[in-house]
């Protein structure tokens, strides 16, 4: 899978919106962006997921730039509730068979929230 | 079924001691992966399952390491004669595939392991 690169860390007051960047200047045609949460002390959580259109869910809104080499995961208003590591991650939509659904983490990035 | 169930969720060895941890998927979940994750880092594949087969492991499974999923339901994951380098998290996931497409992998809250 293409490598995605992420800031350490970022900082957001609570209800103000937040934009995590992804960088992933080397995803191919097939590449689907994906991004998943780890809160403290829990197991990570699928949050949202594209591939050339912007995406939104009741978690957040993905949007992906026109040539599909950054995107941004956008949560609407933050809560203390999203304090957590955001993982950005493609993953190569081709793969079929009996190819698994493996997910390649970085170290994401940290996202604290001041209330 | 409200997810992925882990057990235990903590485990304290002493090295050279044997442990194994156990996995719960959703129960309509054909896929099942192991993860492994060390402080500060992000979780890295260790093996996966389709049904009761296993059909990918990874480098960083050594031969100490053995994952079985019998009858394609739940998991077990198994470190023999444990170091200290083995401390870490470990995660497990599922998820489903059907008519080729892949849904969105659903973790547990994991097994942390310290080896002493």
């Known amino acids: 899978d293409a490598k995605t690169t992420q800031p350490n860390s970022m900082e957001s007051n609570e209800e103000e919106p937040v934009h995590l960047p992804c960088n992933h200047s080397t995803i191919s045609g097939t590449d689907y962006i994906h991004w998943y949460r780890q809160l403290p002390s829990q197991g990570p959580e699928y949050v949202i997921h594209?591939?050339?259109s912007n995406v939104n869910n009741r978690m957040a809104s993905l949007a992906i730039a026109e040539d599909r080499k950054s995107s941004t995961l956008i949560l609407h208003r933050a809560t203390l509730r999203d304090a957590a590591v955001y993982y950005c991650i493609l993953r190569d939509g081709a793969y079929s068979g009996a190819g698994s659904y493996q997910l390649t983490f970085g170290k994401g990035t940290k996202l604290s929230v001041i209330p | 079924d409200t997810g992925v169930s882990q057990d235990p969720r903590h485990k304290i060895t002493k090295r050279g001691q044997n442990v194994t941890f156990r996995c719960d998927p959703i129960s309509e979940h054909n896929r099942l992966y192991w993860y492994r994750q060390t402080l500060g880092q992000g979780p890295e594949f260790l093996t996966y399952?389709?049904?009761?087969?296993?059909?990918?492991k990874s480098r960083l499974l050594s031969d100490r390491f053995s994952a079985e999923r019998p009858k394609g339901s739940f998991s077990t994951l198994e470190i023999q004669r444990t170091e200290q380098g083995d401390s870490a998290m470990y995660l497990c996931a599922s998820s489903f595939r059907d008519r080729g497409l892949n849904t969105e992998a659903f973790f547990g809250q994991g097994t942390r392991l310290t080896v002493v």
């Open positions: 594209g591939l050339t």
């Open positions: 399952f389709q049904n009761e087969a296993q059909l990918e």
